[in-house]
């Protein structure tokens, strides 16, 4: 019949009804989104661009392997809208980092929009692609397009497999990177056929600040490494035809290095004892250096390598080596009198009594223990950062304090028994103890090492070096003096940081019941005058008691803890 009509059933007006309010929160939420955008909209050209580069700086000062993806996030910025897109387009420190091999396209697009700017380039060289059938693709073209902005690229990060000569003079046709400043080249692990590096690598214009080089042999190299050189990285390097001498004396022209950093391959003999004396008298003074890293297989190559540098007092010093075991971990306290590790030990004495320093107003105050060394399957060490930069322990503002940094493991507190004889030894302000097995933590070494720390008044510990470091500050009952013993007298501020506090438990004879250890080593210093801890930092902690954090607060100043790892059942009582 005209005009009438069925009226709606009560599922229907209900579906209508909630697509209606799903349409009111989306109107909602698109009306929020744009009033957000106002606010940067109303932002000028200017201001906007440093947005974008703001964003990107993380990335765009050095290419590496993990980010290719960046390369291609600032397309998106030119759909947006006609503004982001002339704002982009207009900016060229946007484009400056640039990958080579992506796309030829992308590479012409980047250098075209990134203007006059420095470049940073990131590139392989896939020879393994190369074949005699007519489709071959010939991988150096994509480097063709780098030719007309050659004098641009500021850092290059570049991987080179297994070359021959003749392939590589295809690149003669591009000019020297006569601006490169940051090179990080490498080649395939331990090949040493590598006969010369790409001509645009090759000229006198070329002045380095920073090369990190790997797995290439010290001879294709040698011409990169100029007095200009303030960063200088050598990684496993092949050397086939150079003595230690050589290398010794090309090292020692670089009088600006300021960071130097050593791994494997370094060219020692196998027993350093034997020549020892021939190389004993080629010290290199280095007057600017402020860090030196040196990872060895064995502790006298170490000890070795380090003898042969002087440089000023306040400079960081890592030192990372291996350290086979064979026997029982419960003979670790019987190394006491182990010699292997007494070179090394007297090395590092006369470096933190500034005996083997140039004259400086500062020496080493603090000292960084971690006792794992991570190795691949072919037994070289790998290296995390340098002293100075994120060590790996939950610090990333580095250390202003100069810092002593050892890495190693089974050896490494019979080290620290040595260097306890130093004086210098005694007036280290800091310490700070990362990844220490468990069954290390009751090594009369270590104990043996931190009663010669007085003057400690910061401790920082994390992961598995928390457990040593409290164990240590547990009291002695002196009989003779009928007091408490406390290492770390002068502890003000004590930093736990990725611990499980419920774990770190022992028994008491007394009561005859586990105790929280860090409650106890704490609870006791207030017992003794001037030993109550200033602060006590819990971050990233878990089995984080309520009742644990009241006691912490009853005999600490300040407690700081970040509000992690709070127990279940606590929680459960808030």
């Not at 392989?124 to 004098?151: C, G, K, T, V």
């Not at 090292?251 to 034997?274: I, K, N, Q």
């Not at 290492?487 to 499980?500: I, N, Q, T, W």
Request: aromatic share 8%; charged share 20%.
């Amino acid at each position: 019949m005209p005009g009438s009509h069925n009226p709606l059933s009560r599922e229907d007006r209900a579906q209508i009804e909630g697509q209606v309010l799903q349409y009111q929160h989306e109107i909602a939420r698109l009306n929020y989104r744009l009033n957000q955008d106002v606010a940067f909209m109303r932002l000028s050209n200017e201001l906007m661009a440093q947005v974008f580069v703001h964003c990107a700086a993380d990335w765009s000062s050095k290419p590496t392997a993990e980010n290719l993806s960046a390369l291609r996030r600032w397309l998106p910025i030119t759909v947006v809208c006609q503004h982001w897109r002339g704002v982009a387009l207009s900016t060229p420190s946007l484009w400056d980092s640039i990958c080579v091999g992506v796309a030829d396209r992308l590479t012409s697009m980047f250098l075209e929009r990134s203007s006059q700017v420095h470049l940073n380039v990131y590139g392989h060289l896939y020879l393994e692609d190369l074949s005699d059938q007519p489709n071959s693709i010939d991988p150096y073209h994509y480097w063709q397009p780098l030719a007309q902005a050659a004098f641009r690229i500021l850092s290059l990060c570049i991987y080179i497999p297994a070359i021959n000569a003749p392939l590589i003079q295809r690149h003669a046709s591009i000019p020297p990177f006569s601006g490169l400043r940051h090179l990080d080249i490498r080649s395939q692990r331990h090949f040493s056929q590598l006969s010369q590096l790409p001509s645009f690598l090759i000229s006198d214009e070329i002045h380095l600040f920073s090369l990190n080089a790997h797995f290439l042999p010290f001879a294709i190299i040698q011409p990169l490494i100029k007095a200009s050189l303030r960063c200088l990285r050598l990684r496993d390097l092949c050397m086939t035809d150079l003595s230690g001498a050589t290398v010794l004396d090309v090292l020692a022209t670089l009088t600006d290095l300021e960071e130097l950093e050593l791994e494997g391959g370094f060219p020692l003999p196998l027993e350093p004892s034997t020549n020892m004396y021939l190389i004993l008298g080629r010290a290199i003074t280095l007057p600017r250096l402020r860090s030196l890293a040196v990872i060895a297989k064995l502790p006298d190559t170490a000890a070795l390598v380090l003898h042969q540098f002087i440089f000023p007092g306040e400079a960081a010093v890592t030192v990372k080596y291996e350290d086979d075991f064979v026997g029982d971990t419960d003979m670790m306290n019987d190394y006491e009198d182990d010699n292997s590790i007494a070179p090394l030990a007297r090395v590092l004495s006369q470096r933190l009594s500034g005996e083997s320093a140039l004259p400086s107003r500062t020496f080493i105050t603090s000292l960084r223990i971690n006792f794992s060394v991570h190795t691949d399957h072919t037994g070289v060490i790998t290296l995390p950062s340098v002293t100075g930069q994120s060590n790996g322990t939950g610090w990333e503002d580095g250390t202003v304090a100069p810092t002593l940094c050892i890495q190693a493991q089974y050896k490494l507190p019979v080290l620290l028994v040595q260097l306890s004889t130093s004086s210098a030894f005694r007036d280290l302000r800091s310490l700070e103890v990362s990844d220490c097995p468990p069954w290390l933590h009751a090594s009369k070494s270590i104990h043996v090492a931190f009663t010669y720390l007085p003057s400690i008044s910061l401790v920082r510990a994390s992961g598995g070096g928390v457990r040593p470091v409290i164990d240590a500050m547990l009291p002695n009952w002196n009989s003779e003096n009928q007091d408490w013993d406390h290492r770390f007298p002068g502890l003000k501020v004590l930093d736990l940081r990725e611990a499980c506090l419920s774990d770190i438990v022992g028994w008491d004879n007394i009561d005859q019941r586990y105790l929280n250890l860090i409650e106890q080593a704490i609870s006791y210093r207030p017992l003794k005058a001037g030993h109550r801890l200033d602060e006590l930092v819990l971050e990233n902690c878990t089995g984080v008691r309520r009742e644990l954090l009241n006691a912490f607060e009853e005999q600490v100043r300040q407690v700081t803890w970040d509000g992690h790892g709070l127990l279940t059942d606590d929680v459960d009582d808030d």
